[in-house]
């Protein structure tokens, strides 16, 4: 079955075939259109991604039929991100997918976001199947998931206010540096020495206990106040940060952080007994995430698996994946389908 994803949550036009069957799947093609024009404002506009996906959509899509030298014809069905995400965004995804299915008379179906996420490292790495525990973080959302089979999904905790990446652009743009913040913030960080500034990993505390929210809940907003105050402090006589203090600054912010996950991420390995972790979302980009982890578990058997830097980011050929997931359980949208901003991800429990 090949299946056509399309992903337009937040500022990537993305489109993708993907060919396979419920259990296996391959990319043939995948196309990713970065909306740079954001950077102008440091932040996503959610009006002007919109009108973007508008005009990338179609030759989006059609590059992607081109490089996997297929027509429209050949596509089985349609997968598209309906949540979450900006609103306006989704819905040119959404209408357009609905409006494509209903022309071939191919089913459609809706993905969660997220659930793309969790299987963006499968296309690439064999073992990355459930089960495992999974660490999902990105610039929206940050959880960790205990996933037992595709489908169903143990939420352990999440962060209470801040996503890993939102930290991560926040402390980019207190650091100068464009957005998104993430790439540029651990680029910084890898020109610095062992830094003069330290901040300890944010709720992450011995004494925390299983079955208290704070054992798997994270929180990063206080720890990037804690950078602010540092630049605060260093600039406080008008003058400006050095290159030095800069990257310094980085790399203390991206300790913690890691630090966090990585706690977070064994305890709940450990509560369940997994063999294996998955890391997802754009943060999972991030080599001195995927290192403290490998470094952590080196002793144990407990592999670390993450998508590559084009699968860890938003894209097509993970929605296409979940969505192939979704499909082969029989599953199909109607076309009362819509886009909404926020969802619970589908088999979703809590702890
Ligand atoms: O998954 P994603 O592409 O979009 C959302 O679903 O939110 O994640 C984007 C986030 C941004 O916050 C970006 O700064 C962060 O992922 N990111 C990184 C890295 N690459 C992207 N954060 C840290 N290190 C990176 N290398
Ligand atoms: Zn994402």
Redesign the pocket.
């Known amino acids: 079955m090949k299946v056509l994803g399309i992903e337009t ?2 500022d ?1 036009t993305s489109a993708s075939i993907v060919e396979g069957d419920g259990d296996r799947a391959s990319i043939r093609s995948l196309v990713i259109l970065s909306q740079d024009v954001h950077r102008i404002f440091g932040g996503v506009v959610p009006e002007i991604a919109s009108r973007a996906h508008l005009t990338a959509l179609v030759p989006v899509v059609r590059q992607a039929l081109d490089d996997a030298s297929l027509a429209l014809a050949d596509v089985d069905a349609i997968a598209v991100t309906n949540a979450p995400g900006l609103v306006g965004a989704l819905l040119v995804g959404v209408s357009f997918a609905k409006a494509l299915a209903f022309a071939l008379d191919v089913p459609v179906i809706g993905v969660h ?1 997220m659930e793309g ?1 969790l299987f963006a490292a499968s296309l690439e790495v064999e073992d990355a199947v459930p089960p495992f525990t999974a660490l999902l973080v ?4 940050t959880m960790l998931v205990d996933v037992p089979q595709w489908g169903v999904y143990q939420v352990l905790g999440r962060t209470r206010d801040d ?1 890993a ?2 930290a ?2 926040k402390v ?1 743009k207190l650091l100068g540096l464009p957005y ?4 540029e ?2 680029r910084l960080a890898a020109t610095a020495g062992e830094p003069a500034v330290r901040y300890s990993p944010p709720m992450l505390r011995r004494d925390q206990q299983p079955g208290t929210s704070e054992y798997y809940d994270m929180s990063f907003s206080g720890l990037k106040t804690a950078v602010l105050n540092s630049v605060r402090e260093k600039t406080a006589n008008g003058r400006t940060l050095s290159d030095d203090e800069r990257s310094d600054l980085a790399r203390a912010f991206q300790d913690a952080l890691v630090g966090t996950l990585t706690g977070k991420t064994e305890r709940a390995v450990k509560a369940f007994g997994r063999t294996r972790v998955v890391i997802a ?3 999972a ?3 001195a995430l995927g290192d403290s982890l490998r470094r952590r578990f080196a002793a144990t058997g407990v592999s670390v698996m993450a998508p590559s ?1 084009r699968l ?3 894209n097509a050929a993970m929605i296409a994946r979940a969505g192939l997931y979704r499909l082969g359980r029989g599953e199909r949208s109607g076309f009362d389908l819509t886009a909404y901003s926020a969802q619970p991800l589908p088999g979703a429990t809590h702890a």
Request: net charge negative; hydrophobic share 15%.
């Open positions: 949550s937040c990537e976001h996420h990105s610039g929206g959302h996503a990446g939102e991560f652009d980019g998104p913040g993430g790439p913030v651990e979302g754009g943060v980009a991030n080599r830097n860890s980011t938003d």
